[in-house]
């Protein structure tokens, strides 16, 4: 039976391997070739499982920071937390919230095309102004009371055209932020996407390592240490049918995952299938 029994680490391997060589040493030193070659069985066991455990610990560390992602993202309370709480999947928040910012995005870019529409016909109505203030100032010789109406006049004009141009100015510093926020949005579900399908391949990938580590465990107990001269060797039809009934079935990618109820679909099911291999 195998002794390998604690999952060993990446660090821990060393370890393992220095005191399986000093066995495998003594092994071959006394000419057990059998026992020798069920050590270095196990210390293929314990690379092959060195690298299952890194890989199912970092898969969790993904899902749980893109889990992580999605909470505390309405403590303003500006999103439907009804529509929130309704979504048990990570990936579903986050898509919503980047949809809702988008969506608020183009409505405050549309209104601040809208605002400098109307600055443009205030634009029009001051060169209107213009040709009335001076037919004001034509008047001022003739009416005492008009002195000085002509030059107040045009400098409230000026101060209102520059008031003009400086809001012109700002609408147009965000209408380009909002576009920028636009793009980041599209950048952000690249991301999320693109970290949503690694997670499920290394699910995948553990998945199917965990499947290959329980026939190998089971084929290395029932392994005998030195063969029996006694028993017959098996013919080649036996040995490929066995192989065919216990070797695991390597899968492509997954196109159809509703239609497949092996398939994990959503970040419960990750989370589970972590946790029932021990991540």
Do not use: W
């Not at 039976?1 to 999952?7: A, G, K, L, V």
């Not at 030195?226 to 036996?238: F, G, I, N």
């Not at 497949?260 to 419960?268: A, C, I, K, T, Y």
């Amino acid at each position: 039976m195998s002794e390998i029994t604690n999952n060993p680490s990446v660090e821990g391997l060393q370890g393992l391997l220095i005191t399986k060589a000093e066995k495998l040493t003594q092994e071959l030193a006394k000419g057990n070739i059998g026992a020798a070659l069920h050590i270095i069985n196990e210390l293929q066991q314990a690379k092959h499982e060195a690298f299952y455990n890194e890989i199912g610990h970092l898969t969790r560390k993904l899902h749980d920071e893109i889990n992580s992602f999605s909470s505390g993202m309405d403590d303003d309370g500006s999103l439907d937390n009804t529509t929130l709480s309704g979504m048990s999947d990570a990936s579903d928040r986050l898509n919503y919230v980047i949809e809702i910012t988008e969506k608020t995005s183009h409505e405050t870019m549309d209104r601040v095309d809208s605002s400098l529409l109307l600055i443009d016909k205030l634009d029009s109505q001051s060169v209107r102004f213009k040709d009335l203030l001076s037919l004001v100032g034509q008047l001022e010789g003739e009416f005492d009371a008009l002195n000085g109406v002509y030059d107040r006049t045009c400098q409230v004009k000026q101060e209102s055209e520059d008031t003009i141009d400086l809001l012109k100015k700002e609408l147009t510093e965000i209408l380009l932020a909002q576009s920028s926020q636009d793009i980041s949005g599209q950048l952000i579900r690249r991301v999320i996407t693109l970290l949503t399908q690694v997670q499920n391949g290394l699910v995948t990938l553990i998945n199917m390592a965990a499947k290959v580590e329980n026939l190998s465990v089971a084929e290395l107990g029932q392994m005998p240490l030195v063969q029996s001269t006694d028993e017959k060797p098996k013919s080649e039809s036996e040995t490929a049918a066995q192989k065919k009934t216990a070797a695991p079935q390597a899968e492509g990618p997954q196109i159809n995952t509703e239609s497949n109820p092996e398939v994990v679909s959503g970040q419960d099911d990750v989370d589970e299938l972590l946790s029932s291999l021990g991540f």
